[in-house]
């Protein structure tokens, strides 16, 4: 079992919109998506680039798990919720 920690964050565009990632190095990737072409199409254009929030998790799949479960699953209201009152992703979808 890899011992990796995994992270999921989110980054706010100018226009208030938010993107949600996995990653093992969150400085590293916010980075990526600020100055380099391995950043998400999706953010190419919207800098200045924040981020938001970001919250380790026990795994790979976890990580990526809950990725999905925020972009489909959450709304906008939501997802700023989650950023002001940084509550865990475990006790968020204890489905």
């Known amino acids: 079992m890899s011992t990796t920690p995994w992270f999921v964050y989110l980054i706010r565009t100018h226009k208030g919109m938010l993107y949600c990632g996995v990653t093992i190095d969150?400085?590293?990737r916010f980075e990526e998506h600020q100055h380099s072409k391995k950043g998400?199409?999706?953010l190419k254009g919207k800098g200045p680039l924040t981020l938001t929030w970001?919250?380790?998790v026990k795994s790979k799949?976890?990580?990526m798990q809950f990725e999905y479960r925020?972009?489909?699953?959450?709304?906008?209201a939501q997802k700023e919720?989650?950023?002001q009152q940084n509550i865990?992703?475990?006790t968020l979808f204890s489905d």
Request: no cysteine.
């Open 26 to 28: 969150v400085a590293r």
């Open 40 to 42: 998400a199409k999706y």
């Open 54 to 56: 970001s919250q380790q």
């Open 61 to 63: 799949r976890d990580a």
């Open 70 to 76: 925020i972009k489909k699953r959450l709304t906008k």
């Open 81 to 83: 919720d989650l950023i």
């Open 88 to 90: 865990s992703l475990y």
